[in-house]
């Protein structure tokens, strides 16, 4: 069974910075591809970016430019860099494990989720 901890939510302004951590334990890591999600109040999950196993990275389209995702297969932990923060950004953001290449972007396609981290972006 693979664990998942995510770190590094907070309050920050509009034009700010966060850095989102997303630890693993359990499992072949470099063998997962790991997804970002973000969720508000009564909206469904929404796809941010992912790492897949094969070394791609994908992105939402309101967030590219602005997220990079990066991943330390040494470390276990995959990275969500966010800069230039909006206030639309404000979200639980979730990490999630899966062994997908195509279908990243679908939440019911991941088999494991980390329990969110909490960021607000103030404008």
């Known amino acids: 069974q693979v664990q998942l901890v995510e770190s590094g939510g907070g309050l920050v302004q509009a034009g700010g910075s966060l850095r989102l951590s997303c630890a693993a334990s359990?499992?072949?890591?470099?063998?997962?591809?790991i997804g970002w999600f973000r969720q508000t109040p009564g909206k469904e999950r929404e796809f941010v970016a992912a790492?897949?196993?094969?070394?791609?990275?994908y992105y939402a389209d309101s967030v590219k430019g602005r997220f990079t995702i990066s991943r330390d297969n040494a470390k276990n932990t995959v990275y969500l860099q966010m800069n230039n923060l909006k206030p639309e950004d404000t979200a639980g953001y979730y990490c999630?494990?899966?062994?997908?290449?195509?279908?990243?972007?679908?939440?019911?396609?991941?088999?494991?989720w980390g329990q969110g981290t909490q960021v607000t972006v103030s404008s």
């Open positions: 999630a494990s899966g062994y997908m290449r195509r279908t990243y972007p679908i939440p019911h396609e991941y088999n494991y």
């Open positions: 359990g499992g072949a890591f470099s063998r997962y591809t």
């Open positions: 790492s897949v196993w094969s070394g791609d990275t």
